[in-house]
């Protein structure tokens, strides 16, 4: 059975909920590097990182190019949320992770040593600098502790599905995207996995 199926069929159920979802993504860490990491010279994913006592996230993946570091913050919601109301209206559960994507975005920047700190402990102590010359730094967890090191940091929230929105939803939808309540939050159904699954994976 390829990951691409085995992940179809658990999103059929439900009864499926985060945990479920997160023991896959985690058995399959190689699916969530693919859909969420956007440079190649480094890209590693380390679940359930905590950020001290503020807050917890599902999978934290981290990738780097020759100018900068970037970090993915992956949390997992219900499969079976429904993300629009009868009216047209965001649901409740939708609004909710907004929330909290933007939340962690305005985390992260309050807190910047602490985040470089949490983050430089993630590498092997051999994984070299990806960024700087190698006068100032030839390892990862300095270039990561460097407060003159850049790095991206994006949140992400995996939530409902889009094969289940009607019509009227997916315009909604789209009329959404268009205006950023999608792509400015980063928010994302479970159909994006599932997608990557099938174009990498379903052989």
């Not at 967890?141 to 995996?158: G, N």
């Amino acid at each position: 059975m390829t990951v691409a199926t085995e992940l179809e069929e658990l999103l059929r159920s439900d009864q499926i909920g985060e945990r479920e979802v997160h023991a896959f993504l985690k058995k399959h860490s190689n699916l969530v590097r693919t859909a969420f990491a956007t440079s190649w010279n480094y890209a590693e994913v380390f679940p359930e990182v905590a950020f001290g006592s503020d807050y917890r996230i599902d999978f934290l993946v981290l990738c780097a190019n020759s100018g900068h570091w970037i970090v993915h913050a992956v949390e997992l919601k219900s499969p079976n949320a429904r993300l629009y109301k009868l009216n047209g209206e965001k649901s409740a559960e939708l609004q909710l992770v907004e929330r909290q994507v933007a939340q962690r975005i305005d985390w992260r920047r309050a807190n910047d040593d602490y985040f470089r700190a949490t983050v430089s402990k993630l590498v092997k102590s051999s994984d070299s600098a990806m960024c700087s010359n190698v006068t100032v730094h030839t390892h990862a967890k300095s270039e990561l502790r460097d407060p003159h090191t850049y790095i991206d940091f994006d949140a992400h929230a995996v939530i409902g599905r889009s094969s289940s929105l009607s019509d009227g939803e997916r315009e909604k939808r789209r009329q959404d995207e268009q205006h950023g309540a999608w792509g400015s939050t980063k928010v994302l159904t479970y159909d994006r996995l599932l997608s990557v699954a099938k174009r990498f994976y379903d052989k």
